[in-house]
C-alpha cells in the first residue's frame, strides 16, 4: 500500500507541484496559527487564577480521585512535551505535525479534559494509548534516525504510523468540539421554540 502511495507521488510534475503547494499551505498556517494562538494565552493566563482543586470538588470528584486524576495529566502533559521536544528537533515530525495537527490537537484534547475532569474516562484511548504510542514511536523514529547507516524502509514505516496516529489524535479533537457544536445547536433550537 505504502509503495503504491510512493509511486503516486513520483507519477507526474502537476501531483508534486500541488503536493508542494498544499504542504507549503499547511506549514504556513499552522506557523501563523502556533503564534496567534501563543500570544492569545500569554494574554489570557494574565490576571486569571484557576483554583482547580476546588473545581474538580465541584465536578463531583473525591480526594482519591483528584490524585489519580493530577496523575493522569501530569503524565500526559510529560507525554505532550516529548512529542513536541522530538517535533522540534526532527523535520520530519515536523511536517507531520503541519499536515496534520496532531500534537496541537492534543495540546487542546489535554486542555479540555483538564476544565472537564469528568470527561477523563471517555479520553482513555488519547491518555493512555495514543499519547504513550505516540511518544514510543517518535522515540524509536529518532533512534532510526541516529543510526549511522539507516533503513530506509523500517524510517518510512514509521513515519507512516506516525502520521496515521497524528491524524487519529487530531479526528478525537475534532470529535470533541462537533460534540461542543452539536450542544449549542440543540440550545439555538430549544430557545427557538
Not at 102 to 122: D, M, Y
Request: glycine content about 6%; charged content about 30%; overall charge neutral.
Amino acid at each position: 500500500m505504502y509503495s503504491g502511495m510512493m509511486m503516486g507521488l513520483h507519477g507526474g510534475s502537476n501531483f508534486r507541484f500541488v503536493f508542494l503547494f498544499v504542504i507549503a499551505f499547511f506549514v504556513i498556517y499552522w506557523t501563523t496559527r502556533h503564534h496567534i494562538v501563543k500570544a492569545g494565552k500569554s494574554k489570557s493566563k494574565k490576571g486569571k487564577k484557576f483554583n482547580h482543586i476546588a473545581d474538580y470538588k465541584e465536578a463531583g470528584l473525591s480526594e482519591g480521585d483528584i490524585d489519580i486524576f493530577r496523575q493522569t495529566m501530569a503524565e500526559a502533559r510529560s507525554n505532550i512535551e516529548s512529542w513536541e521536544t522530538r517535533v522540534d528537533k526532527l523535520d520530519e515530525l515536523s511536517v507531520i505535525e503541519d499536515v496534520t495537527g496532531g500534537l496541537e490537537s492534543a495540546k487542546k484534547t489535554f486542555q479540555f479534559i483538564v476544565k472537564n475532569p469528568q470527561e477523563l474516562n471517555k479520553q482513555g484511548d488519547f491518555l493512555y494509548k495514543d499519547l504513550p504510542n505516540m511518544v514510543k514511536l517518535t522515540e524509536s523514529f529518532a533512534k532510526l534516525k541516529a543510526e549511522p547507516v539507516a533503513n530506509d524502509r523500517d524510517m518510512s514505516e514509521t513515519l507512516l504510523l506516525l502520521r496515521t496516529l497524528s491524524e487519529h489524535i487530531a479526528e478525537n479533537y475534532h470529535g470533541i468540539l462537533m460534540k461542543d457544536v452539536k450542544f449549542i445547536s440543540k440550545e439555538v433550537e430549544a430557545d427557538k421554540e
